[in-house]
């Protein structure tokens, strides 16, 4: 699979050195290790504020390469998709995978070893069976109501 992102523009381990509102947008986008976890749909306890995660893939996934399939123009089709930037972070964290880089650095935790920027190949998150590669069911086969059948815990 094409990497997409283009390495030799990234600063040797940028996250360890600069704040994540220093980043450069090519850097910002590298962090994301493309595991795909974070476009699994959630249920909320309204109570507790409890997130458990489902198997249940948002429409736009592509389970094989663990990327969104229209990722420039997603908002067309997912109005709701969030844009994560060093801004929304606090607002998001909490949900989010529990392996995500965003979340890592924003709890001040160091990447895990199979990250892209430590291996140098968007492969090593498949490879450490941490990505959603091949077993999620897409939203539009499963009402929403049964959901909550679908729960699973997150590989990590
Ligand atoms: S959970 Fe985090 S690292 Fe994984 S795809 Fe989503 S943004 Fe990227
Ligand atoms: S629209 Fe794309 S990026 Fe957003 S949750 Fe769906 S697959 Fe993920």
């Known amino acids: 699979m094409k990497d997409p992102i283009d390495r030799k523009k990234i600063r040797s381990r940028f996250w360890e050195r600069f704040a994540l509102d220093k980043l450069t947008d090519t850097e910002w ?8 976890k974070c476009c699994l749909n959630k249920l909320e ?14 429409r736009l996934l ?10 420039p123009i ?15 972070l ?38 450490a069976g941490v990505s959603v590669q091949g077993w999620t069911v897409p939203e539009f086969e499963i009402d929403e109501e049964d959901w909550e059948d679908y729960i699973i815990e997150e590989p990590t």
């Open 29 to 36: 986008e590298a962090l994301c290790d493309g595991c795909g």
């Open 45 to 58: 306890d309204p109570d507790t504020g409890e997130v458990a995660l489902t198997k249940v893939a948002c």
């Open 62 to 71: 592509d389970d094989q390469t663990c990327r969104c399939s229209q990722y």
């Open 74 to 88: 997603r908002h067309q089709f997912v109005p709701e998709c969030i844009v994560l930037k060093p801004d929304t």
């Open 90 to 127: 606090d607002q998001h964290a909490y949900w989010m995978p529990e392996t995500c880089a965003y979340r890592l650095l924003w709890q001040k935790k160091p990447l895990p070893e199979w990250h892209p920027l430590l291996t140098g190949t968007p492969q090593s998150v498949h490879d």
